[in-house]
C-alpha cells in the first residue's frame, strides 16, 4: 500500500486564486487520513491532484517514492468515490460492482466472488439485479463505496461521500468504511466538511484552510491543543470560544483584565508562568464549553468567576448549550440539568483556567 508524500505543492486557477499553497503533507502506508476545511480550502484540489485527475503548478507528489507526475491516473492504483455518486445508468446493480475489476482484468470467477462479498458486506444483495434509475440515493451511494472497494485498490480517495445522505445512513456508511479500511488494508484518503466526521473517522485529521495546512494530527490532539484561533473555531460543536485579556503583573500574580470590564487573578502556579513566559501583555483566551461551569446559587467556586450575559441558548437533545458574551467575543457553556437562563440574563461563570488555550492576538497561532 502506498505512502504518499507531497512536498511544496501549489495549485492556481485561472483567476490566479491559489487552491493549495505550498501544502506539505505525507500519509502513511495503510493509514486513514481525513481532510478537513471549509468551503474553498483545497480540500478537493489536493485529492484531485493526488488521484492524477489534475497537476500541480509547482511541488512534488510522490507516491511510494515515485514521482507522481510521471504517473497516470491508472498507474496509481487508485479508486475515487464522489460525492455525486455517478453509476453507470446502462448497467445494473451486479454490473456496475464489477465494473473498475473487470477494467484492470482481474479474472471473472474472483470478480463474481468479490462482488458478492461487498454486496453481502453493504447490504446490496437486492440491487444486484435492479438498474441504478431505481434505487434510492442511499443505495446509489452504497454501490459507489462497492465500485471502489471491488476493485480492490491500494489508494481509496473519497471526496465528502456521505454529504447528501440522511444522518442513520451516513453513520451506518461511516462503520462499514471503517470496517473495509481495516479488512483490506487500503491507504485511504477521506475529504469531508464534516468536522465531527473527521475526527471520528480519522487515524489523524488535517484542517486545510485557504489551501494552507493549518495543523495534522491525531482528532483528541486538535480538540485539546489546536495550532491557532482558526482550528480552535472550527474544530468542536460548539466550538472553543475565544476572548481577547490583556495581562497585568502584581507581583507573583496574574490578573487577568477583560475589554468589557471585570479582572480575574490567576490562581494557579503553573498557568501563570505560562502567561509570564510568553512576554505578552495581551492575549486571546480560549475555553471549551466543559471548561466553563455556571456557578448557581448557593454553589462555591474554587476558581476565577466572570460575569456574562446569554445570548441564546439551543436545546440539541442530550444537551442544552448557551452561548454567552457579547459577539464576537462569545463562549459556549452546556447548562447543567434544570437550570433553564433567559435571554439576555446575566450568569456568573467559572472558568477552569488550568484547561485553557493561549493564543497570541497578532497572528492566533497557540502559546501554550
Not at 434510492?136 to 459507489?144: D, H, W
Not at 485498490?153 to 456521505?162: G, T, V
Not at 473517522?201 to 485557504?210: F, K
Not at 473555531?233 to 483584565?257: K, S, T, Y
Request: overall charge negative; glycine content about 10%; aromatic content about 4%.
Amino acid at each position: 500500500m502506498p505512502r504518499i508524500e507531497i512536498a511544496g505543492v501549489s495549485r492556481r486557477f485561472g483567476t490566479g486564486h491559489a487552491a493549495l499553497d505550498g501544502l506539505h503533507l505525507i500519509i502513511s502506508i495503510h493509514e486513514l487520513l481525513t481532510v478537513v476545511g471549509p468551503s474553498g480550502s483545497g480540500k478537493s484540489t489536493l485529492l484531485r491532484l493526488v488521484a492524477g485527475l489534475d497537476k500541480p503548478d509547482s511541488g512534488t507528489i510522490t507516491i511510494d517514492g515515485r514521482d507522481a507526475g510521471a504517473l497516470g491516473p491508472q498507474e496509481r492504483d487508485a479508486a475515487l468515490v464522489f460525492q455525486n455518486q455517478a453509476p453507470f445508468p446502462y448497467l445494473n446493480g451486479r454490473e456496475n460492482l464489477a465494473f473498475g475489476a473487470k477494467a484492470r482484468h482481474v479474472p471473472l470467477a474472483e470478480v463474481r466472488d468479490r462482488v458478492d462479498s461487498i454486496a453481502d458486506f453493504l447490504g446490496l444483495e437486492d440491487c444486484l439485479g435492479r438498474m441504478p434509475a431505481t434505487m434510492s440515493g442511499g443505495e446509489k451511494q452504497r454501490l459507489a463505496l462497492g465500485r471502489a472497494l471491488v476493485r480492490r485498490p491500494s489508494l481509496l480517495l473519497l471526496d465528502e461521500p456521505f454529504s447528501n445522505l440522511d444522518t442513520p445512513l451516513r453513520v451506518y456508511l461511516r462503520a462499514k468504511l471503517a470496517e473495509a479500511h481495516r479488512r483490506f488494508g487500503m491507504t485511504t484518503v477521506l475529504v469531508t466538511h464534516d468536522q465531527e466526521e473527521a475526527l471520528a473517522m480519522g487515524d489523524r485529521v488535517a484542517v486545510l484552510n485557504e489551501g494552507r495546512l493549518e495543523q495534522l494530527g491525531r482528532g483528541r490532539d486538535l480538540y485539546d491543543r489546536p495550532a491557532n484561533r482558526f482550528v480552535a473555531g472550527f474544530i468542536g460543536n460548539p466550538p472553543m470560544g475565544c476572548l481577547p485579556v490583556d495581562l497585568e503583573l502584581r507581583g507573583e500574580a496574574v490578573v487577568l483584565v477583560f475589554p468589557h470590564g471585570g479582572k480575574v487573578e490567576v490562581d494557579s502556579p503553573a498557568c501563570a508562568a505560562v502567561l509570564r513566559a510568553s512576554g505578552r501583555s495581551s492575549l486571546h483566551l480560549g475555553l471549551r464549553p466543559e471548561h466553563l461551569h455556571l456557578v448557581q446559587d448557593g454553589s462555591l467556586s474554587s476558581g476565577p468567576e466572570l460575569s456574562m450575559r446569554v445570548l441564546s441558548v439551543e436545546d440539541r437533545g442530550l444537551d442544552r448549550i448557551a452561548r454567552l458574551g457579547r459577539p464576537p467575543e462569545e463562549f459556549w457553556i452546556r447548562l447543567p440539568p434544570g437550570h433553564e437562563p433567559g435571554l439576555d440574563d446575566a450568569v456568573q461563570v467559572h472558568m477552569d483556567l488550568e484547561k485553557a488555550s493561549w493564543f497570541d492576538q497578532r497572528n492566533g497561532s497557540r502559546l501554550s
